[in-house]
């Protein structure tokens, strides 16, 4: 697309691959979770018990991705950016 028919531009300042466990709270609010409606979801997923916005996306994960996708554990890619102003 056009640099001139796009509404946004964005600007990729980081990309790492990781495992989806690794998502820390600052991570799970950055895709979208509420912390505020979130801090008191907690969520039995396979072994570990987790809390919080984590919990929050882990349950948003399965959604998305059906059930039993969050126990495996997948590779992830985590792209960072910023907006660019026009």
Not at 25 to 37: H, L, P, R
Not at 57 to 73: A, F, R, T, V
């Amino acid at each position: 697309m056009p640099r001139w028919a796009s509404r946004i531009t964005l600007e990729i300042t980081g990309v790492r691959v990781e495992r989806l466990h690794a998502i820390s709270e600052a991570d799970a609010i950055a895709e979208g979770i509420d912390a505020d409606a979130s801090s008191a979801t907690l969520s039995s997923i396979g072994t570990r018990d987790i809390a919080g916005p984590v919990a929050e996306y882990s349950i948003l994960w399965e959604q998305i991705n059906g059930p039993g996708s969050w126990d495996l554990n997948p590779w992830v890619w985590v792209i960072e950016f910023k907006r660019v102003p026009a």
